[in-house]
């Protein structure tokens, strides 16, 4: 075993210590919070768009003496054409298709 130990000028054999470092906790950087400026929204005004009404349609009276009697057809066909509801298919057509003009 062979350690060398220093030897000083006197002589006299050093020990040398052994050198500990201390532990140095560290601190917690937190970063500060800056408060965010609030900022209002721009209101934006919509476009105002003219309603238009729709055009009206014209039909004369042929044209829709032939959209009556076409729906009353279907409404009969729809009741597989029991007899006697003629009139009833015929009035309720008319008040559809007057209504449906109406309308545009």
Wanted: no cysteine; proline share 2%.
């Amino acid at each position: 075993m062979n350690r060398k130990k220093d030897q000083g000028k006197s002589g006299a054999v050093v020990k040398k210590k052994a050198v500990t470092k201390k532990k140095v906790s560290k601190k917690k950087v937190t970063k500060k919070k800056v408060a965010k400026k609030k900022t209002a929204k721009k209101k934006v005004a919509k476009k105002k768009v003219a309603v238009q009404a729709a055009p009206s349609i014209t039909v004369n009276d042929q044209e829709r003496y032939e959209m009556i009697q076409r729906h009353a057809y279907f409404l009969a066909e729809a009741r597989n054409f029991h007899p006697g509801h003629e009139l009833e298919d015929w009035t309720t057509a008319e008040q559809f298709i007057d209504q449906m003009l109406r309308r545009g």
